[in-house]
């Protein structure tokens, strides 16, 4: 009998490793490239998976977020965040939604903008989340991802009121801060913010959100505290990313979402250097308006251009004061598109890779990097 019962507990031990073992024990995030749009896959630790944005109509974006889903093994999408109602940021949601199902969708509630194809696209959104579970999301609700701490920051026009544990200070860079004319579309400010926590890595991804705005959500108190890493606001346009907010979140990384020829503007590289505690930058795409002031080693991009193409962007001068500016959108690259993937640990610890050539950097958790540099 006590053989037995020695049996039963050493195959059940022996299932119960075996399935420790086999769980995920990382926080991973695929930042996927959609030629300036936006999408992100999330994966938790527990294998509940969360989508932000679908980037912009047709297959080639869908194709590329089913790439990623299908890398990190995933056959649903448990929550699919649409940040806003522009076509870079929710134009593949119902190509994407015949590939895989979507579970639960969630927003800000109704557009503020009247655009014929955003009327258009909210019918069909409708049809689509009729058959699933939908959430008009306000600041201050969590969305229920096991393992992970994902709070809603800023939705609809309006932030977060009661700080996060820990935050609340005042914040010292909103009496520099100068507020600017609104010369974007009003549906950008009405963006679904969120703060992610696994353990001690903090993540913030703000969507489109526009420069004023972020000073509604940082001032006069900081009700966020600082991040690990910062999905750079509205591709890095110049529209948004104010010190008042990156300096104030103190990221270690950040990570721009940009396109050949949008975003990534020269104020925001000057903003994004001159942060306390930055240690790296990582874009999508070489900034054809950063050059090789701005831009970041080629290592930390993940898709450039054609040595060709470089070396006559890198020669040909700047064009003199006054002259027209180029086009924010070109046309995106040919040939295959690479994203950058995040792998947090709960201790704070951070992996940032590169697939298109697999260059890779850890970053130690802030308590263990005071403690090796005090």
Request: with cysteine; hydrophobic share 35%.
């Amino acid at each position: 009998m006590r053989a037995t019962i020695g049996c039963v507990l050493t195959l059940t031990l022996m299932v119960f490793t075996a399935r420790a073992q086999g769980q995920q024990q990382t926080l991973d995030i695929y930042i996927v490239d959609v030629e300036g749009g936006k999408a992100t896959v999330f994966v938790s630790p527990s294998g509940e998976s969360v989508l932000v944005d679908t980037g912009s109509p047709g297959d080639r974006d869908v194709e590329r977020i089913m790439a990623a889903v299908t890398d990190a093994g995933l056959e649903q999408i448990d929550y699919l965040i649409s940040t806003h109602y522009h076509g870079d940021h929710i134009g593949g949601l119902q190509e994407l939604a015949k590939r895989i199902p979507i579970r639960h969708f969630l927003d800000h509630g109704p557009t503020v903008e009247e655009q014929e194809h955003v009327e258009g696209f909210q019918e069909a959104y409708a049809s689509l989340y009729g058959k699933a579970k939908h959430t008009v999301v306000t600041p201050g609700d969590t969305v229920p991802v096991a393992g992970l701490e994902w709070r809603i920051v800023t939705a609809a026009g309006k932030t977060l009121q009661d700080p996060l544990s820990g935050a609340g200070q005042p914040n010292p860079y909103c009496d520099d801060f100068e507020p600017r004319e609104n010369t974007g579309d009003p549906e950008n400010g009405q963006s679904v913010g969120s703060v992610v926590a696994y353990g001690e890595f903090r993540l913030i991804d703000l969507g489109d959100l526009l420069w004023n705005n972020e000073r509604d959500l940082m001032c006069p108190t900081n009700p966020i505290g600082t991040v690990d890493l910062y999905l750079t606001s509205h591709h890095g346009l110049d529209q948004s990313g104010s010190a008042v907010l990156v300096h104030a979140l103190q990221p270690r990384v950040a990570i721009t979402q940009n396109g050949t020829r949008k975003g990534a503007a020269e104020q925001t590289f000057r903003i994004l250097h001159a942060s306390p505690g930055l240690e790296d930058l990582w874009q999508l795409h070489w900034s054809h308006t950063g050059g090789i002031e701005y831009n970041p080693a080629g290592a930390f991009i993940a898709n450039v251009e054609e040595p060709a193409a470089l070396a006559t962007i890198l020669t040909t001068p700047p064009p003199p004061p006054g002259a027209p500016r180029r086009g924010r959108r070109g046309p995106g690259h040919t040939g295959p598109a690479h994203w950058i993937k995040v792998s947090a640990h709960a201790d704070g610890t951070f992996t940032v890779t590169n697939s298109r050539n697999d260059f890779s950097k850890t970053y130690p958790s802030r308590s263990r990097d005071r403690e090796q540099n005090p």
